[in-house]
């Protein structure tokens, strides 16, 4: 999960790894207090991006832990450009299906992305 505020992009959580690559927590468990993890965030938020393990490698740097911009801010882009966003779900899905994409990912891809319509005023 990352999101956009005060002029940047910050990770929210950084994927966590158990005992196995990529394994899940579910809230089901009795025990999923252990790995739950919960964050404040100070000032407005205007961009949230969540995503699947298929995406992670694409939208972020391990090296450093940072969001990687060049891959949310087209995306965002294109968001907002729109006044119907479920005009982008087809044009989404073929681009997340791509050979450029599944080049680079054997994994799943399931990617949501919400943005406010207007700034926020600080």
């Not at 089901?28 to 393990?53: C, H, K, Q, S, Y």
């Amino acid at each position: 999960m990352v999101v956009h505020h005060n002029e940047s992009w910050h990770p929210i959580f950084w994927p966590q790894s158990g005992e196995y690559a990529n394994q899940t927590w579910f809230i089901t468990e009795p025990n999923f207090e252990e790995a739950l993890l919960l964050d404040v965030v100070e000032g407005p938020i205007d961009r949230l991006a969540m995503f699947t393990d298929g995406l992670q490698r694409l939208a972020l740097h391990e090296a450093t832990r940072s969001v990687h911009a060049p891959f949310f801010i087209p995306l965002f882009d294109r968001l907002a450009s729109v006044s119907d966003a479920a005009l982008l779900e087809q044009p989404l899905r073929k681009w997340l299906d791509s050979e450029a994409i599944n080049q680079r990912t054997d994994d799943d891809k399931t990617l949501l992305l919400t943005m406010r319509a207007s700034p926020c005023a600080s």
